[in-house]
């Protein structure tokens, strides 16, 4: 997993409460391979028209086609457990979202695959997609190992943020990353059990 420290990018408003899993992944797209095809996926249903031409979605203009972050509304990745929804977030180029609040299992499946989840004030939230809409294309700083996120007009917001995630985060390490550095404890306790109960054994080669 590509390690989350601290990012500059362009943000885009989505003012829109509620925004499910469903949206940002469509279940017909649930079993399509983790890969470059997934940044298609993303908001799918409201990017493209059935014969694959554009919508006017706001990340089908400029400049929010490079978008590094999204600024959302309370509830965002409400809905079903699929990860495919980080997958589509991640496979576009976005690798944060702030928001009043966030589906749990979004959340934590965002964590566990590099993209970091910023919860704030829906206040200060509101004042930042209003900034972002008053300038469209303007860029904000997120710094994990600060806990900051810093908007267009150069204000600073405090974010919290599990220990253990921003431990994850930070070092790039998603579950069998950090269950790997327990090998060596794990190396330990197999061997010393083979020996304390050779006879379990005693039909190997």
């Not at 979202?97 to 989840?117: E, R, T, Y």
């Not at 269950?179 to 039909?203: C, D, P, V």
Request: glycine fraction near 6%.
């Amino acid at each position: 997993m590509q390690p989350f420290t601290t990012i500059i990018a362009i943000a885009a408003p989505l003012d829109e409460a509620n925004i499910d899993t469903n949206q940002l992944c469509p279940t017909r797209f649930n079993k399509v391979p983790r890969g470059p095809k997934y940044a298609q996926v993303l908001f799918h249903d409201l990017r493209f028209n059935a014969d694959g031409s554009e919508k006017d979605f706001i990340l089908n203009r400029e400049p929010y086609r490079s978008a590094g972050i999204i600024v959302a509304d309370r509830n965002f990745g409400c809905g079903s457990s699929r990860e495919s929804a980080v997958y589509a977030l991640y496979e576009f180029g976005i690798r944060c979202v702030i928001a009043p609040s966030f589906g749990d299992i979004f959340a934590n499946n965002s964590c566990k695959n590099g993209l970091l989840p910023v919860v704030l004030p829906d206040a200060a939230a509101t004042a930042i997609r209003k900034q972002l809409c008053e300038s469209p294309g303007a860029t904000m700083t997120v710094d994990l190992a600060a806990k900051t996120v810093t908007d267009p007009a150069g204000q600073v917001h405090r974010f919290d943020i599990h220990p253990l995630r921003r431990k994850c985060l930070l070092e790039g390490l998603d579950d069998v990353a950090r269950t790997q550095q327990y090998r060596r404890q794990f190396e330990a306790f197999e061997a010393a059990y083979r020996k304390e109960r050779s006879w379990l054994y005693a039909g190997e080669r």
